[in-house]
């Protein structure tokens, strides 16, 4: 890493203008108030957060720095100077670069194409090109940011898209760096290194911005922090002066329950057992390499792993729809009963008449339509119930009848089941998935996924009524990425990597360090001390001393 | 078939196959830039109309050629106007398009000319006249290059040779130049050159703008190059052909030259031999006429490779964060 820190190096000076300074900031998006007379501070050359729940406004505040809304009313300060940010041009020009959650790249170009676009130094390519090939090469020596600048960027690991988001930034000379939730798509190693980019930056005397409803990573890498809520900005703290708790309670305006209180499981007899599943999928890739496992009623097994070893396949194998052209074998039997691997009673409608309940991993392309009203939502999947029929009709009245109700078990807001699923928040929407499945009692709950993108209020709901229907004798399996989730909600942990069960643990006889091996693919015979570095990520939250509600 | 005859088929598919060519640019422009344009035809089709309109009228066919130009550019500027400004619906602007040129244009012929929506005849002064090359007549005797130099490149009209020439400037501008850097992204990621404090509304408008020109040289060819004259539906399904060779070629321009000659080759074969006889049977004439649709079938079901058109092709650019 580049020690080589400019005179402003790291340190807060307090008696220069602040990086950014917004004063009064207020925007609506028609009823929706979404800033309202929002201050924010950042001084030069430190890491300041910005967390809040889901739809708190963070990304709204975020774009109106990068120009890409006008505020209602208000002042932007930049290096003490007020300013008018009215595009993207203009952001850029102060020196404000923004990393999006979802990366603006072009998939068919080169790394340095990318680079290069909007900044081109002329009419002609050729020149840029040779300019930016130079300082992409300086830059990875500065700030370990290695990416091949010949790469097309489909061909790149998404932690290596995000780097050339940064280096985007970099390259049009951004001071100010802004990085909107950037870990929620990159495996725990990915984070590591970026933060380290991160302090690196911070080092050369870059300001950055870093959005994130993470409450592990504001506690790491900032060093001071605001929280949002409803549009409003609640609390500036120091992060030495704060707590994760201190941080949630302000976030959801009450306390709430980081760790998940339950009852030791009491399994019953087997629900699911698996057997040498296995799945090449139409391009020839093995997908599953023989997994197998079982879930008793009365247990959530708990299967972690870094996306894309095979975890989606095996959802949506158990779910009834594995993609099309693929080649399954194993076997599968629920309750004592074999199912169909094949043909025609393999569908997921089978699968749901069977008692398999599924909330998938992605909640708005398979969990949801999301044009379509909430009530109609809850339906799906269950269209065929004699309840919501009446002979040849729909009985609207009496779906519409049951979302009201589920809506509100399960406190989805606004409680308006003619509203469409795209205009609820991604928490709500994905209690709604959730209330869909739990409510209709299935012997076999899967979960992909259940809280990704979903705020800590909803989190905590969500878990909570996963443990329930755990506990009234109903076998869950849930799939995630976050570990937290699967230490704290499994009564068993199963690794999976590459398309195989990599070993089981209980939660409370393993640490995240051992997991991380496993989802590493190292066995327990191969060299234990590899990676000894791998920090205690998520020991804060699991210390939580346990408050009720 | 001997040499002199396929020289002539040669001939006669390069003439057949520029309008195409120009028309395929076309498109290739506006879709790179992620905006389908269906309405290649409408757009050719009142180019030539106006084209041959105004050369008729003022007996030059340069005016004629602006003209055309101008014809074909008003009808962009409604479907810019539509599916990029109003975020409406590409291909239906483009159905919309094609309906109104294969209207109005009948309509003010009829009402301009009163010869039943055709233009009269045009004679020399208002059409493109051949140009031939220097030392064509020269050349001539030599044996194997004589006739391909003073036959099949030669003896063509000025726009062919623009439409030839297009094809490298179209590779450079888009692979060597900022502008065609900023165009293919925009068709790909319109996000990605909104962040970049580009103006995604501008760029697009600018493709859409280079394929009314282009659809304005296509018709201005037809009716004032190929023909002497405005004939009701003379494009006669070009555009869609055009749409086909664009996709047969993958968006790329030294393909759109070949897929579109491929094309005008059919057309020119179909010329030639009314009725194809192959010794046991003779395939109709109207089957040879047939045979470049027939193709175009074959190219949009998808059987000549995977084509992925450009990703945000079809799609109005809605900022979100």
Same mark, same amino acid.
């Given at each position: 890493?580049?020690?080589? &820190? =400019?005179?402003?190096?790291?340190?807060?000076?307090?008696?220069?203008?602040?990086?950014?300074?917004?004063?009064?900031?207020?925007?609506?998006?028609?009823?929706?108030?979404?800033?309202?007379?929002?201050?924010?501070?950042?001084?030069?050359?430190?890491?300041?957060?910005?967390?809040?729940?889901?739809?708190?406004?963070?990304?709204? %505040?975020?774009?109106?720095?990068?120009?890409?809304?006008?505020?209602?009313?208000?002042?932007?300060?930049?290096?003490?100077?007020?300013?008018?940010?009215? #595009?993207?041009?203009?952001?850029?020009?102060?020196?404000?670069?923004?990393?999006?959650?979802?990366?603006?790249?072009?998939?068919?170009?080169?790394?340095?194409?990318?680079?290069?676009?909007?900044?081109?130094?002329?009419?002609?390519?050729?020149?840029?090109?040779?300019?930016?090939?130079?300082?992409?090469?300086? %830059?990875?020596?500065?700030?370990?940011?290695?990416?091949?600048? #010949?790469?097309?960027?489909?061909? %790149?690991?998404?932690?290596?898209?995000?780097?050339?988001?940064?280096?985007?930034?970099?390259?049009?000379?951004?001071?100010?760096?802004?990085?909107?939730?950037?870990?929620?798509?990159?495996?725990?190693?990915?984070?590591?290194?970026?933060?380290?980019?991160?302090?690196?930056?911070?080092?050369?005397?870059?300001?950055?911005?870093?959005?994130?409803?993470?409450?592990?990573?504001?506690?790491?890498?900032?060093?001071?922090?605001?929280?949002?809520?409803?549009?409003?900005?609640?609390?500036?703290?120091?992060?030495?002066?704060?707590?994760?708790?201190?941080?949630?309670?302000?976030?959801?305006?009450?306390?709430?329950?980081?760790?998940?209180?339950?009852?030791?499981?009491?399994?019953?007899?087997?629900?699911?057992?698996?057997?040498?599943?296995?799945?090449?999928?139409?391009?020839?890739?093995?997908?599953?390499?023989?997994?197998?496992?079982?879930?008793?009623?009365?247990?959530?097994?708990?299967?972690?792993?870094?996306?894309?070893?095979?975890?989606?396949?095996?959802?949506?194998?158990?779910?009834?729809?594995?993609?099309?052209?693929?080649?399954?074998?194993?076997?599968?039997?629920?309750?004592?009963?074999?199912?169909?691997?094949?043909?025609?009673?393999?569908?997921?409608?089978?699968?749901?008449?069977?008692?398999?309940?599924?909330?998938?991993?992605?909640?708005?392309?398979?969990?949801?339509?999301?044009?379509?009203?909430?009530?109609?939502?809850?339906?799906?999947?269950?269209?065929?119930?004699?309840?919501?029929?009446?002979?040849?009709?729909?009985?609207?009245?009496?779906?519409?009848?049951?979302?009201?109700?589920?809506?509100?078990?399960?406190?989805?807001?606004?409680?308006?089941?003619?509203?469409?699923?795209?205009?609820?928040?991604?928490?709500?929407?994905?209690?709604?998935?959730?209330?869909?499945?739990?409510?209709?009692?299935? #012997?076999?709950?899967?979960?992909?996924?259940?809280?990704?993108?979903?705020?800590?209020?909803?989190?905590?709901?969500?878990?909570?009524?996963?443990?329930?229907?755990?506990?009234?004798?109903?076998?869950?399996?849930?799939?995630?990425?976050?570990?937290?989730?699967?230490?704290?909600?499994?009564?068993?942990?199963?690794?999976?990597?590459?398309?195989?069960?990599?070993?089981?643990?209980?939660?409370?006889?393993?640490?995240?360090?051992?997991?991380?091996?496993?989802?590493?693919?190292?066995?327990?015979?191969?060299?234990?001390?590899?990676?000894?570095?791998?920090?205690?990520?998520?020991?804060?939250?699991?210390?939580?001393?346990?408050?009720?509600? | 078939?001997?040499?002199?005859?396929?020289? =002539?088929?040669?001939?006669?598919?390069?003439?057949?196959?520029?309008?195409?060519? %120009?028309?395929?640019?076309?498109?290739?422009?506006?879709?790179?830039?992620?905006?389908?344009?269906?309405?290649?035809?409408?757009?050719?089709?009142?180019?030539?109309?106006?084209?041959?309109?105004?050369?008729?009228?003022?007996?030059?066919?340069?005016?004629?050629?602006?003209?055309?130009?101008?014809?074909?550019?008003?009808?962009?500027?409604?479907?810019?106007?539509?599916?990029?400004?109003?975020?409406?619906?590409?291909?239906?602007?483009?159905?919309?398009?094609?309906?109104?040129?294969?209207?109005?244009?009948?309509?003010?012929?009829?009402?301009?000319?009163?010869?039943?929506?055709?233009?009269?005849?045009?004679?020399?002064?208002?059409?493109?006249?051949?140009?031939?090359?220097?030392?064509?007549?020269?050349?001539?005797?030599?044996?194997?290059?004589?006739?391909?130099?003073?036959?099949?490149?030669?003896?063509?009209?000025?726009?062919?040779?623009?439409?030839?020439?297009?094809?490298?400037?179209?590779?450079?501008?888009?692979?060597?130049?900022?502008?065609?850097?900023?165009?293919?992204?925009?068709?790909?990621?319109?996000?990605?050159?909104?962040?970049?404090?580009?103006?995604?509304?501008?760029?697009?408008?600018?493709?859409?703008?280079?394929?009314?020109?282009?659809?304005?040289?296509?018709?201005?060819?037809?009716?004032?190059?190929?023909?002497?004259?405005?004939?009701?539906?003379?494009?006669?399904?070009?555009?869609?052909?055009?749409?086909?060779?664009?996709?047969? &070629?993958?968006?790329?321009?030294?393909?759109?030259?070949?897929?579109?000659?491929?094309?005008?080759?059919?057309?020119?074969?179909?010329?030639?031999?009314?009725?194809?006889?192959?010794?046991?049977?003779?395939?109709?004439?109207?089957?040879?006429?047939?045979?470049?649709?027939?193709?175009?079938?074959?190219?949009?079901?998808?059987?000549?490779?995977?084509?992925?058109?450009?990703?945000?092709?079809?799609?109005?650019?809605?900022?979100?964060?």
């Amino acid at each position: 890493m580049a020690a080589a &820190a =400019q005179q402003t190096g790291g340190r807060p000076d307090t008696a220069a203008p602040y990086a950014i300074e917004l004063r009064g900031i207020s925007k609506a998006f028609g009823p929706v108030q979404a800033n309202k007379d929002i201050d924010l501070r950042v001084r030069k050359g430190t890491i300041h957060g910005i967390i809040g729940e889901n739809g708190a406004g963070k990304s709204t %505040l975020m774009s109106i720095l990068y120009g890409f809304y006008k505020p209602d009313r208000g002042e932007i300060l930049v290096n003490g100077q007020p300013i008018t940010i009215a #595009d993207s041009q203009t952001a850029i020009r102060a020196g404000i670069g923004m990393v999006f959650q979802h990366f603006k790249l072009v998939q068919n170009f080169t790394v340095l194409e990318n680079i290069i676009l909007g900044a081109e130094d002329g009419g002609l390519l050729r020149p840029s090109l040779t300019k930016a090939r130079g300082v992409l090469k300086q %830059l990875a020596q500065e700030y370990q940011l290695n990416v091949d600048p #010949d790469e097309t960027i489909d061909e %790149l690991s998404v932690g290596h898209q995000q780097r050339v988001e940064i280096l985007k930034a970099l390259y049009r000379q951004a001071d100010i760096l802004i990085l909107d939730e950037p870990t929620g798509v990159l495996t725990p190693a990915e984070a590591d290194h970026l933060f380290r980019i991160l302090e690196g930056l911070k080092a050369e005397g870059k300001t950055i911005i870093l959005i994130t409803h993470k409450l592990r990573e504001i506690m790491e890498i900032t060093d001071s922090v605001s929280v949002m809520r409803r549009g409003q900005m609640v609390a500036s703290v120091e992060t030495d002066g704060t707590s994760p708790e201190e941080l949630a309670e302000l976030m959801v305006g009450r306390k709430v329950l980081l760790n998940v209180e339950k009852a030791p499981p009491q399994p019953g007899a087997p629900v699911l057992e698996v057997r040498d599943l296995k799945l090449v999928d139409d391009e020839g890739v093995e997908r599953l390499r023989g997994v197998s496992f079982d879930i008793r009623a009365g247990e959530i097994l708990g299967i972690a792993g870094v996306s894309g070893n095979g975890q989606t396949q095996l959802l949506e194998l158990l779910g009834g729809f594995p993609e099309k052209g693929a080649k399954v074998s194993g076997s599968i039997r629920m309750n004592g009963q074999e199912l169909d691997l094949t043909g025609t009673k393999s569908d997921a409608a089978t699968r749901r008449a069977r008692g398999i309940g599924h909330v998938p991993e992605d909640r708005q392309s398979e969990g949801l339509i999301m044009d379509f009203a909430a009530w109609e939502n809850v339906a799906f999947g269950y269209h065929h119930a004699p309840e919501y029929n009446r002979g040849l009709l729909m009985d609207n009245a009496a779906i519409r009848r049951d979302a009201e109700r589920k809506m509100e078990h399960f406190d989805v807001r606004p409680r308006n089941p003619n509203l469409a699923a795209r205009n609820f928040s991604g928490g709500n929407q994905q209690k709604i998935v959730v209330a869909r499945e739990i409510e209709r009692n299935p #012997d076999l709950l899967l979960v992909g996924q259940p809280t990704r993108g979903v705020d800590i209020g909803a989190i905590e709901f969500i878990h909570k009524r996963i443990v329930e229907l755990r506990d009234s004798g109903k076998a869950v399996l849930l799939v995630s990425v976050e570990l937290d989730e699967i230490l704290s909600l499994s009564d068993r942990v199963a690794v999976i990597f590459d398309g195989r069960i990599m070993g089981e643990r209980l939660p409370d006889q393993t640490t995240t360090g051992e997991l991380g091996l496993l989802m590493a693919g190292v066995t327990d015979t191969d060299h234990h001390d590899a990676e000894d570095g791998i920090p205690p990520a998520h020991a804060h939250v699991d210390e939580q001393p346990k408050e009720p509600r | 078939m001997d040499f002199a005859t396929i020289i =002539q088929i040669l001939d006669s598919a390069v003439r057949l196959m520029t309008p195409l060519l %120009l028309a395929c640019l076309a498109g290739l422009y506006s879709e790179r830039s992620g905006v389908f344009d269906i309405g290649l035809e409408g757009k050719m089709l009142m180019a030539a109309f106006t084209s041959a309109s105004v050369a008729f009228v003022t007996g030059s066919a340069w005016l004629g050629l602006l003209a055309g130009i101008a014809g074909s550019m008003a009808l962009s500027l409604i479907h810019g106007l539509a599916s990029i400004t109003f975020r409406g619906n590409q291909l239906i602007s483009g159905v919309a398009i094609n309906f109104l040129a294969s209207g109005m244009t009948v309509l003010l012929g009829i009402k301009i000319f009163g010869l039943g929506g055709r233009t009269p005849a045009l004679t020399d002064g208002g059409r493109f006249n051949e140009v031939t090359l220097p030392f064509a007549d020269a050349l001539r005797d030599v044996p194997i290059l004589g006739p391909i130099y003073s036959e099949l490149i030669s003896g063509h009209t000025i726009l062919v040779y623009v439409a030839f020439a297009l094809v490298p400037l179209t590779w450079w501008v888009l692979f060597r130049t900022r502008f065609g850097l900023r165009l293919r992204a925009v068709g790909e990621n319109p996000a990605s050159v909104d962040t970049a404090g580009v103006s995604v509304t501008r760029l697009r408008f600018a493709a859409i703008a280079l394929a009314g020109i282009l659809c304005g040289l296509a018709g201005a060819y037809l009716a004032t190059g190929l023909s002497a004259g405005f004939v009701k539906e003379m494009t006669a399904g070009r555009g869609f052909i055009a749409l086909a060779a664009l996709i047969f &070629a993958k968006w790329r321009p030294w393909n759109a030259l070949f897929a579109t000659f491929l094309f005008g080759l059919l057309e020119a074969i179909a010329n030639r031999y009314p009725n194809l006889d192959l010794g046991i049977v003779t395939v109709p004439s109207m089957f040879m006429n047939a045979l470049p649709y027939i193709l175009t079938v074959i190219i949009l079901a998808g059987f000549v490779g995977r084509a992925i058109p450009p990703r945000a092709g079809g799609e109005p650019y809605v900022k979100e964060r």
